[in-house]
């Protein structure tokens, strides 16, 4: 991850030199402005999850953490290491914010921070959210309360299982998040399941593209699909969109 993060650090572009109107905008009006979005109230949800020094057991379907494979860690940790950082949440808010996203799936709910940002920034969003261990979704659930989010549904399994009930009422999809399982073949599964359930001006964003060798030949063969025509690389995420009437081109964003 290291070299990755070399090579993105000096290749990373910022707003002068984006010749795409679309990515400029994306860049300018939610990347930068996503620091706006008020997540006091799921700040303070990952402060409590952090003084949470109590065992689950955590059924982990996926590659696991690099830190801990013991099958039962404590809500503190999971929250350290799992949970989505507020910057990065910030930016989920934002893009269903500024383009009125109304349905959006997450592969991998953890604690539900990520889907909080989701739900949170507006509750036209109807957000399907999947994990693995059943008892870490029931603290998700129990955010989920607190924040008084009326737009979220889980489904609790194996991800393979429930992909077709995950789609919104057979809808094609504005928002997906790969957030879980991160090896080569589930990943480029999942995105190719989901390429076929989204439309030309989707988002489906890829989590921790970097983070192995696997994901980042998985994040290579998704920019090398002829159905993505702009794709981002943000280092900790990858964003792809359709968008079949533009050229072709990638982009590495500072952010």
Same mark, same amino acid.
């Given at each position: 991850?290291?070299?990755?993060?070399?090579?993105?650090?000096?290749?990373?572009?910022?707003?002068?030199?984006?010749?795409?109107?679309?990515?400029?905008?994306?860049?300018?009006?939610?990347?930068?402005? +996503?620091?706006?979005?008020?997540?006091?109230?799921?700040?303070?949800?990952?402060?409590?999850?952090?003084?949470?020094? +109590?065992?689950?057991?955590?059924?982990?379907?996926?590659?696991?953490?690099?830190?801990?494979?013991?099958?039962?860690?404590? @809500?503190?940790?999971?929250?350290?290491? +799992?949970?989505?950082?507020?910057?990065?949440?910030?930016?989920?808010?934002?893009?269903?914010?500024?383009?009125?996203?109304? +349905?959006?799936?997450?592969?991998?709910?953890?604690?539900?921070?990520?889907?909080?940002?989701?739900?949170?920034?507006?509750?036209?969003?109807?957000?399907?959210?999947?994990?693995?261990?059943?008892? @870490?979704?029931?603290?998700?659930?129990?955010?989920?309360?607190?924040?008084?989010?009326?737009?979220?549904?889980?489904?609790?399994?194996?991800?393979?299982?429930?992909?077709?009930?995950?789609?919104?009422?057979?809808?094609?999809?504005?928002?997906?998040?790969?957030?879980?399982?991160?090896?080569?073949?589930?990943?480029?599964?999942?995105?190719?399941?989901?390429?076929?359930?989204?439309?030309?001006?989707?988002?489906?964003?890829?989590?921790?593209?970097?983070?192995?060798?696997?994901?980042?030949?998985?994040?290579?063969?998704?920019?090398?699909?002829?159905?993505?025509?702009?794709?981002?690389?943000?280092?900790?995420?990858?964003?792809?969109?359709?968008?079949?009437?533009?050229?072709?081109?990638?982009?590495?964003?500072?952010?």
């Amino acid at each position: 991850m290291f070299k990755s993060y070399l090579k993105y650090f000096f290749t990373a572009k910022g707003a002068h030199s984006l010749h795409s109107p679309f990515v400029y905008q994306f860049y300018t009006e939610v990347m930068k402005r +996503s620091r706006y979005f008020n997540d006091s109230a799921i700040r303070e949800i990952r402060k409590e999850l952090i003084r949470n020094k +109590s065992e689950i057991e955590l059924l982990d379907l996926g590659a696991g953490s690099r830190k801990n494979t013991e099958s039962k860690r404590s @809500v503190s940790e999971i929250a350290k290491v +799992s949970g989505i950082r507020s910057k990065y949440g910030r930016l989920l808010a934002r893009m269903v914010e500024f383009y009125q996203l109304k +349905s959006s799936v997450e592969l991998g709910t953890s604690l539900g921070l990520g889907t909080s940002y989701l739900a949170l920034a507006s509750f036209e969003n109807k957000v399907v959210t999947l994990e693995g261990a059943p008892e @870490v979704l029931k603290i998700a659930e129990a955010n989920f309360k607190k924040l008084g989010l009326p737009n979220v549904h889980t489904i609790s399994g194996n991800f393979y299982d429930n992909l077709e009930d995950s789609l919104v009422n057979g809808e094609l999809l504005d928002l997906v998040y790969i957030d879980g399982n991160h090896t080569y073949q589930a990943t480029m599964d999942y995105f190719n399941f989901y390429l076929s359930h989204t439309h030309d001006d989707s988002f489906i964003i890829i989590d921790d593209i970097h983070w192995s060798e696997e994901m980042e030949r998985a994040w290579e063969e998704i920019l090398d699909s002829p159905a993505i025509h702009v794709s981002m690389d943000l280092f900790r995420m990858g964003i792809v969109c359709k968008k079949s009437t533009q050229a072709k081109q990638h982009f590495v964003l500072r952010f």
